[in-house]
């Protein structure tokens, strides 16, 4: 018989739900701006559509056009559901220990930040968090991509995966 891990989360909210919300509020953030601010609807080969925004500085709404940018993912890679995959990364979760900008951390900094966080949200939880962040940054910023690899494998060999 294979083992089973259970799903393990310290989240008030399911990933769904917070992707959801996310997207309602910067749909609720565009309104006000006219259609024509919002910039290009084709781009092309070799670049990707970059979905217009609003961007909240001190306070003020500065609306962000659509644009095209390089398109550095993978061919025939992502689900064709169009579903997340392994889900959105939540942001500041691993932060609040000290675990930022981890490309230029030491490796010993890295390893108490998540020394804490493992006190907190349990191993694996983190390590879920891990795996996300090395997804993720693989191909946009692989050093983050190779740090948070490392320390995905350091937490399995220093805490197990138990689920409870």
């Given at each position: 018989m294979g083992?089973?891990?259970?799903k393990q989360?310290?989240?008030?909210?399911?990933s769904r739900k917070y992707?959801?919300?996310?997207?309602?509020?910067?749909?609720?953030?565009m309104r006000g701006f006219r259609k024509s601010k919002r910039g290009v609807r084709r781009c092309p080969k070799g670049k990707v559509l970059r979905v217009a925004y609003v961007r909240i500085t001190?306070?003020?709404?500065?609306?962000?056009?659509?644009?095209?940018?390089p398109d550095i993912g993978a061919v025939g890679k992502g689900l064709r559901s169009g579903k997340p995959g392994?889900?959105?990364?939540?942001?500041?979760?691993?932060?609040r220990f000290g675990y930022q900008k981890?490309?230029?951390m030491k490796e010993g900094a890295r390893r108490t930040a998540l020394r804490k966080a493992v006190a907190a949200y349990g191993a694996l939880t983190v390590f879920r968090k891990l795996n996300a962040l090395y997804v993720y940054t693989r191909r946009t910023?692989?050093?983050?991509?190779?740090?948070?690899?490392?320390?995905?494998?350091w937490i399995r060999a220093t805490f197990g995966l138990k689920a409870f």
């Amino acid at each position: 018989m294979g083992r089973c891990i259970r799903k393990q989360t310290t989240a008030k909210v399911t990933s769904r739900k917070y992707a959801a919300a996310t997207r309602r509020r910067m749909g609720i953030r565009m309104r006000g701006f006219r259609k024509s601010k919002r910039g290009v609807r084709r781009c092309p080969k070799g670049k990707v559509l970059r979905v217009a925004y609003v961007r909240i500085t001190r306070g003020r709404r500065v609306p962000v056009p659509a644009s095209c940018i390089p398109d550095i993912g993978a061919v025939g890679k992502g689900l064709r559901s169009g579903k997340p995959g392994i889900g959105t990364l939540k942001k500041g979760n691993l932060v609040r220990f000290g675990y930022q900008k981890i490309a230029g951390m030491k490796e010993g900094a890295r390893r108490t930040a998540l020394r804490k966080a493992v006190a907190a949200y349990g191993a694996l939880t983190v390590f879920r968090k891990l795996n996300a962040l090395y997804v993720y940054t693989r191909r946009t910023s692989p050093a983050t991509s190779r740090a948070a690899g490392a320390d995905k494998e350091w937490i399995r060999a220093t805490f197990g995966l138990k689920a409870f």
